[in-house]
């Protein structure tokens, strides 16, 4: 049971890996944002190789102009002021992310905030179930080749049909 959802879980992984590796390749050529043009409603934007999650509001479509302002800077490659067109307060970040925090213009009493993630920082995140499912297939693969338990890898010479170690039986190597 526990095996067979570590292999439903990888692969739904796998899935999110591939699409995670889609969206980068598409946040190159232009910019994605879902969220709202109500106030403090939640936002997730992909820009440049960046993964934005943040709450706040949108600019709307006919707004879609970079707001310059003195403080107004750019994070990471992500322009801030094309998603949410207020202004930068704060941001901090690190090898590619960035946590902001930002005052909505005409707003003193509202804040914005956001987490940028880097794709590739994503896409190792979703590969690591399935490149640890890939590795136990290979392990179990290679002790079934060399005659040893799939389960435990005791040796399987002395008793080929069942593993005096752990108990399961094996079938014969076709």
């Not at 739904?12 to 980068?24: G, I, Y």
């Not at 970040?93 to 920082?121: E, M, T, Y």
């Not at 389960?151 to 399987?156: A, I, V």
């Not at 002395?158 to 094996?170: D, L, M, N, W």
Request: proline share 5%.
């Amino acid at each position: 049971m526990k095996r067979r959802l570590f292999n439903v879980l990888a692969a739904v992984s796998l899935v999110l890996c591939v699409a995670t590796a889609a969206a980068c390749i598409l946040s190159y050529q232009r910019l994605d944002a879902i969220g709202s043009f109500e106030d403090h409603s939640p936002i997730v934007a992909q820009a440049k190789g960046r993964l934005l999650i943040g709450f706040g509001s949108l600019l709307k479509p006919n707004e879609h102009h970079r707001v310059e302002r003195s403080n107004d800077v750019q994070i990471g490659t992500l322009a801030w002021g094309y998603v949410f067109g207020d202004m930068l307060e704060t941001a901090h970040g690190f090898a590619g992310f960035w946590f902001a925090i930002s005052r909505p213009l005409g707003a003193q009493d509202k804040r914005n905030w956001c987490l940028i993630v880097p794709h590739w920082a994503c896409f190792v995140a979703t590969a690591i179930l399935p490149l640890t499912a890939y590795a136990g297939w290979r392990r179990t693969a290679r002790w079934q080749r060399k005659g040893r338990c799939p389960r435990c890898g005791y040796d399987l010479r002395a008793t080929p049909q069942r593993c005096p170690e752990c108990g399961t039986a094996v079938k014969p190597a076709a």
